[in-house]
């Protein structure tokens, strides 16, 4: 095993076939991944980029980023992967930047938070922000370069998030924002994303209990763009919100 580890670290992908190989032994270790590590330095690429950010920005967090909210929510919001000045620099999930600001004015306006300010007076994560029956992830836990994780670092972390799944209560609601958050949710619960298609507002019953709703993700190029308005982000909320007050709605 640690053979294997130390060559998955050394070699240079530089065709299909080694990118096959590290897709397939990131699959085998995903299995057997249960335990979040907040110093994970699994991908190599983004582990020398957050040094490098690190490097440039001391004061910044840039580690893995950890979950925010409660242990046993009965919704779970999974995004992409850290902002560079938003969870890369404050610690928290979607805090710091844009997408942050949008999405906790929408839970706190849902009663999923405390406060709809994601920052403080001096620009860290507010404190006196607490989720209330909510808990907020990433696909992709390390920010990427560019906003964009590789394949293989999304297959990567998928065992986290397959462990934060397997942890839920019979009966959440699961939110992703943006096809790479949904494929993820369907790759850690070993489903298959052709049963499944992607679509904004849509609602997928999966089996073990689990609904899974769809939407675009709230950056700022797809509010900027109007591909998701406010209006269109605070009618999915809506919806799991009625859906979550009526346990026995299939
Ligand atoms: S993206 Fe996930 S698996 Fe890769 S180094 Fe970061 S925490 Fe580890």
């Not at 335990?35 to 980029?49: E, H, I, K, Q, V």
């Not at 004061?59 to 999974?78: K, S, T």
């Not at 001096?122 to 922000?129: I, Q, Y």
């Amino acid at each position: 095993m640690l053979g294997f580890l130390f060559l998955i670290n050394t070699i240079q992908p530089e065709g299909l076939v080694f990118q096959g190989f590290v897709v397939g032994f990131q699959d085998f270790v995903t299995k057997h991944m249960t335990t979040f590590d907040p110093n994970c330095r699994r991908c190599p690429r983004l582990a020398s980029f957050l040094d490098e950010v690190k490097a440039a920005n001391p004061d910044y967090f840039c580690r893995p980023v950890p979950p925010f909210g409660v242990n046993e929510p009965r919704l779970l919001i999974v995004g992409l992967a850290p902002g560079l000045n938003g969870a890369n620099r404050t610690g928290r999930p979607f805090t710091g930047d844009y997408a942050g600001t949008l999405l906790y004015s929408t839970l706190h306006r849902f009663g999923f938070a405390t406060s709809g300010e994601p920052l403080d007076a001096a620009g860290r994560a507010n404190p006196a922000l607490q989720l209330t029956a909510c808990r907020i992830t990433n696909a992709v836990k390390c920010l990427p370069p560019g906003n964009k994780p590789e394949t293989a670092e999304v297959v990567a972390c998928n065992g986290y998030l397959k462990s934060e799944l397997e942890a839920l209560p019979r009966g959440t609601v699961v939110l992703a924002l943006g096809n790479v958050a949904h494929q993820s949710v369907l790759r850690a619960l070993g489903l298959k994303v052709k049963d499944y298609a992607f679509a904004h507002a849509a609602r997928h019953r999966l089996p073990g209990g689990t609904t899974l709703y769809d939407s675009y993700h709230c950056s700022r190029y797809n509010t900027q763009t109007r591909r998701l308005t406010e209006a269109m982000f605070h009618a999915v909320f809506a919806t799991i919100k009625e859906e979550l007050s009526c346990p026995t709605s299939t």
